[in-house]
């Protein structure tokens, strides 16, 4: 039996993050957070290089096509390797046949010139035209007041929203962000977030990011924002981050059900609105929120994105997906190498 529906949304992805599996352990085993940014994430993004970030997009596209995920936003970092990086991402993923909304994420963690540059190529990816985008922030803690600012007037400039982390860990410094949020930014986790927080965008929830992150539950029903899911960087399987968003809303609200969770997931198609035209057919009895809340999992047998037919039989009909694993994994034992030379 089978069941068709629009193709999935990725509301917040990590492209980047596609190469981390089998990495090199940290110096030291994290505690905290922060720990987890400093010793891994922000050691990671460092190793990146041009090539390396085209590896991870082509594969990190390759698999949302194998979840039935036909449109990723990415939030992408990679401070030595700036300029392009934007294009490099979506010329990738377009060339898998996916969907992308892209963002590079401005920080001050490299000084000055490290935020200009990020906030350059924000402004010259929105510029050219070629692709859908959001101006990134990393987070407000990490950000200096000009740079928020800044990020602001480039959005504002573009007609577009921000795409920012907020409140993921205790010590975000979110308030910043108040004199500019708008009904158009991305405003992900939003886990320590008081519930009249005043933040005007769509929160985008990520269960499995947060849970393995230690951070706490977000509870995302508690707002008045729309809430859309994601999941910050650990593939693109919405069906999969769909039954552990209900499943995690349990732990506090016995009354809620999956049409909650579903809710959530299909905010992905107001974010990128293409995606409700793609076509997956999946090999399912039904495609009711609380049949597939309980089932142990299915695939898609084929998927269309804009009338074409880019996954069938179990593989991508655009590239060799073969070759793109294999590529990807080259790629990701050069950066290993670069990574065990980068010191927190």
């Given at each position: ?32 957070f922060l720990d987890i940014l400093e010793l891994v994430w922000w050691r990671l993004d460092r190793a990146l290089d041009l090539e390396t970030i085209e590896w991870c997009a082509k594969l990190g596209a390759l698999e949302a096509l194998e979840r039935g995920c036909t449109a990723i936003i990415d939030h992408h970092e990679s401070p030595n390797a700036i300029e392009g990086s934007l294009t490099v991402i979506a010329d990738a993923c377009d060339e898998v046949g996916v969907r992308v909304s892209c963002a590079y994420g401005v920080t001050d963690r490299h000084g000055p010139e490290g935020a ?229």
């Amino acid at each position: 039996m089978t069941v068709s529906t629009p193709g999935l949304v990725c509301s917040h992805h990590h492209l980047y993050s596609g190469l981390a599996r089998g990495m090199p352990a940290p110096p030291r085993t994290p505690e905290t957070f922060l720990d987890i940014l400093e010793l891994v994430w922000w050691r990671l993004d460092r190793a990146l290089d041009l090539e390396t970030i085209e590896w991870c997009a082509k594969l990190g596209a390759l698999e949302a096509l194998e979840r039935g995920c036909t449109a990723i936003i990415d939030h992408h970092e990679s401070p030595n390797a700036i300029e392009g990086s934007l294009t490099v991402i979506a010329d990738a993923c377009d060339e898998v046949g996916v969907r992308v909304s892209c963002a590079y994420g401005v920080t001050d963690r490299h000084g000055p010139e490290g935020a200009a540059a990020g906030l350059a190529e924000n402004d010259r990816y929105l510029g050219d035209g070629d692709g859908e985008g959001y101006v990134g922030l990393h987070a407000a803690f990490t950000c200096s007041d000009d740079t928020l600012a800044a990020a602001a007037e480039i959005a504002g400039n573009h007609g577009v929203g921000v795409h920012v982390h907020v409140a993921e860990g205790e010590g975000d410094t979110w308030e910043r962000l108040l004199p500019y949020s708008d009904d158009d930014w991305l405003l992900i986790h939003g886990v320590h977030l008081p519930n009249d927080h005043g933040l005007r965008g769509t929160l985008v929830h990520n269960p499995r990011s947060n849970m393995n992150n230690s951070v706490g539950y977000g509870d995302p029903a508690r707002f008045d924002n729309p809430v859309a899911l994601g999941t910050d960087g650990i593939g693109a399987d919405m069906l999969e981050e769909f039954r552990l968003a209900y499943v995690s809303s349990r732990t506090t609200d016995v009354t809620a059900t999956p049409d909650l969770a579903w809710s959530w997931l299909a905010t992905g198609w107001d974010l990128m609105p293409a995606a409700r035209q793609d076509r997956v057919v999946w090999a399912a009895e039904s495609d009711d929120p609380w049949w597939l809340a309980f089932t142990p999992g299915t695939s898609p047998l084929e998927v269309q994105i804009d009338g074409e037919t880019v996954w069938e039989d179990g593989l991508p009909t655009l590239v060799d997906g073969d070759e793109i694993r294999t590529k990807a994994s080259e790629a990701a034992q050069k950066m290993f190498r670069r990574l065990e030379e980068i010191e927190p």
